[in-house]
């Protein structure tokens, strides 16, 4: 497949209201109603890049790649084919929904769902942040990044590579603290842009169906207004900032009401895969990136 970028995601939640003051005060995006009774949240020219629908749980749904049209989807269709993949080519009243010509959706060997898309509809409608972020960095990239659970990590890594058409940026070996002997891996994949990782994949589970998704701002003010944004609303912070040694984003985590986290940044590398060395890092950070600092959150709300 030709894949040009994370287009959006999808998340399920118990709380729209709770998810609309996440989206419109701390993240800076705007929202509309969608067609299913839920959300569209807004963060450049697109009707959407995060569609949250109403449901029974907390949880990340789905992952949405785009192909630049009906010429790539078609191929994408073939390659699914000759696979033997399972898919779903979806009807009208699903594309309109997401806001595309057309979509199928197939789900990886480790029960990700990916949604392949064509054609979005939009009405260039200037983007306009409720919290005055100036812009995400969106433009012939995607959206960002998503990072998914991948239980069958061997399995998933080659569909992804084999199938879909992504090829390795890099790869960390996660040892956790207090384990003896235990790795798992870590694989940050990169399809037809020039962002570091547009999907990275976990080799454990997990519960919310994601780890993180990635946003990028154009500056550092940006992301320091959103950590003011986050600790008054209360958000559960999942990290403090730091700065990544393999796509160099400064950053900082934070809970989403859907229970993955929202990784928020600037400064994310753009590389020249003609020129691009993989390479196994064995630091996450150069700096900061305190993962500790949810259970602290947690400890003092607890006392």
């Given at each position: 497949?030709?894949?040009?970028?994370?287009?959006?995601?999808?998340?399920?939640?118990?709380d729209?209201?709770r998810?609309?003051t996440?989206?419109?005060?701390?993240?800076?995006?705007?929202?509309?109603?969608?067609?299913d009774?839920?959300?569209?949240?807004r963060?450049?020219?697109?009707?959407?890049?995060?569609?949250?629908?109403?449901g029974?749980?907390?949880?990340?749904?789905?992952?949405?790649?785009?192909?630049?049209?009906?010429?790539?989807?078609?191929?994408a269709?073939?390659?699914?084919?000759?696979?033997?993949?399972?898919?779903?080519l979806?009807?009208?009243?699903?594309?309109?929904?997401r806001?595309?010509?057309?979509?199928?959706?197939?789900?990886?060997?480790?029960?990700?769902?990916?949604?392949?898309?064509?054609?979005?509809?939009?009405?260039?409608?200037?983007?306009?942040?409720?919290?005055?972020?100036?812009?995400?960095?969106?433009?012939g990239?995607?959206?960002?990044?998503?990072?998914?659970?991948?239980?069958?990590?061997?399995?998933?890594?080659?569909f992804?590579?084999?199938?879909m058409?992504?090829?390795?940026?890099?790869?960390?070996?996660?040892?956790?603290?207090?384990?003896?002997?235990?790795?798992?891996?870590?694989h940050?994949?990169?399809?037809?842009?020039?962002?570091h990782?547009s999907?990275?994949?976990?080799?454990?589970?997990?519960?919310?169906?994601?780890?993180?998704?990635?946003?990028?701002?154009?500056?550092?003010?940006?992301?320091?207004?959103?950590?003011?944004?986050?600790?008054?609303?209360?958000?559960?912070?999942?990290?403090?900032?730091?700065?990544?040694?393999?796509?160099?984003?400064?950053?900082?985590?934070?809970?989403?009401?859907?229970?993955?986290?929202?990784?928020?940044?600037?400064?994310?590398?753009?590389?020249?895969?003609?020129?691009?060395?993989?390479?196994?890092?064995?630091?996450?950070?150069?700096?900061?990136?305190?993962?500790?600092?949810?259970?602290?959150?947690?400890?003092?709300?607890?006392?």
């Amino acid at each position: 497949m030709d894949i040009r970028g994370l287009a959006y995601v999808v998340a399920e939640t118990t709380d729209l209201a709770r998810w609309r003051t996440y989206a419109e005060g701390v993240l800076g995006m705007s929202t509309t109603p969608s067609p299913d009774g839920g959300l569209y949240l807004r963060m450049d020219e697109r009707q959407f890049r995060f569609a949250i629908q109403p449901g029974l749980r907390d949880a990340y749904v789905a992952s949405g790649w785009e192909v630049l049209g009906q010429a790539g989807f078609d191929a994408a269709l073939a390659t699914l084919e000759g696979a033997g993949v399972d898919f779903v080519l979806e009807d009208a009243a699903f594309c309109a929904r997401r806001c595309v010509q057309q979509a199928a959706s197939f789900r990886d060997p480790s029960g990700n769902r990916h949604e392949v898309v064509w054609g979005f509809q939009s009405d260039f409608e200037r983007f306009n942040s409720p919290a005055g972020v100036s812009r995400f960095v969106t433009e012939g990239i995607g959206m960002g990044h998503t990072v998914l659970p991948a239980p069958e990590f061997a399995k998933t890594a080659a569909f992804l590579k084999d199938v879909m058409g992504f090829a390795v940026s890099d790869i960390f070996n996660f040892r956790p603290p207090g384990t003896e002997g235990v790795v798992l891996p870590i694989h940050f994949l990169h399809c037809n842009n020039g962002r570091h990782h547009s999907l990275a994949i976990a080799g454990f589970p997990v519960e919310s169906g994601c780890v993180h998704v990635m946003v990028e701002v154009e500056d550092m003010p940006e992301v320091g207004r959103a950590i003011d944004r986050m600790r008054a609303h209360r958000v559960v912070q999942s990290a403090t900032l730091g700065q990544h040694t393999n796509d160099r984003m400064t950053s900082f985590y934070m809970r989403t009401p859907s229970n993955f986290d929202i990784e928020y940044g600037y400064g994310g590398a753009v590389l020249d895969w003609d020129e691009h060395i993989v390479h196994e890092f064995t630091r996450v950070s150069l700096w900061g990136h305190d993962f500790t600092v949810s259970q602290q959150q947690l400890l003092n709300q607890d006392a």
